[in-house]
């Protein structure tokens, strides 16, 4: 029996790729010359679409494939996913529910930890041998006492919350609505917030009321000893505000994982040394991406075969 039809959309690790090659024949999109050629080439025999939650897909692709049934997405995403499309078309979507909102707030804490214990500027301080003619005397922030801000209460905002609460800081947040279920302090203007803060943590999804957000006044209210970190989506911030507020010492320091046209980071923000930056490895550990490897061809496998799909986010026809 000949294996299904599947089309890729989205770059996966090398090892996924692979992976999905053994179980089915796989064609990627985002490798071809000419997308229409490509799709008018495999629209009849494309059974199968696998995305990521980053990357999404649209009405557009679904309209583009006859018989497609099923898309698969490797990732826990919601944002990018036309799910209202789906349903319209009675395509089945499923996704890898994979824990990645801790290992997201796991590096916000990383990077809150850094940045306040200036923990790289450390390093490179007794990497360059500098230690032993002079004690390093650059004094870091702790946490404990501390006020953090975060910004959106979701999966991932709860995710830190409760880490940085063992950690005995006070707790706000800021978002459109205010969570009866949380002993956290809400912040109905993002001002304020960050003004009643010395972290402030970006854990908002990209949508139109959070592209641009974090203003020139935001971080002149977050302040000289302020400290932001960005685990959200880069175009929620200001990057040239930022740049500027991070030389001329409006805010302390930053901590970020995402940038508005990564992977093409400014110049003027690698070479300050108040800044960490990483590259948009939220979800990057081990255990992470096994989940996603396995469970992105699990769904296509199990679809195929008629069994049922825990992971489904939309069933398909008559869902």
Known sequence: MSQPEIIVIAKLPDEHMAHLEKHFTCHQLHDAADREAFLAQHRDKARGLVTSGFRGFKADIIEALPNLEIISVWGAGLQALDLDAARAHGIVVTNTPDNSKIAVAELGMALM????????????????????????????????????????????????????????????????????????????????????????????????????????????????????????????????????????GTIKGAGLDVFVDEPNVPEDLRNLENVVLVPHIGTATADVRRIRKEMTVTNLQDYFSGKPLPSALVSGKGS
């Open 113 to 248: 930890l850094n940045v306040g214990r200036r923990v790289m500027e450390a390093d490179k301080y007794v990497k360059s041998g500098a230690w032993k003619p002079e004690s390093f005397t650059r004094y870091g922030s702790g946490f404990y006492g501390k006020k953090l801000g975060i910004v959106a209460l979701g999966t991932i905002g709860r995710a830190v919350a409760d880490r940085a609460a063992s950690f005995g800081m006070a707790i706000s947040y800021f978002g459109p609505n205010e969570k009866k279920d949380t002993p956290y302090a809400y912040e109905d203007n993002i001002l304020d917030l960050a003004r009643n803060s010395d972290f402030l943590m970006l854990c908002c999804p990209e949508t139109p009321e959070t592209t641009g957000l974090i203003t020139s006044e935001v971080l002149k209210a977050l302040g000289p000893e302020g400290v932001l970190i960005n685990i959200s989506r880069g175009v929620v911030v200001d990057e040239d505000a930022l740049i500027e507020a991070l030389k001329s």
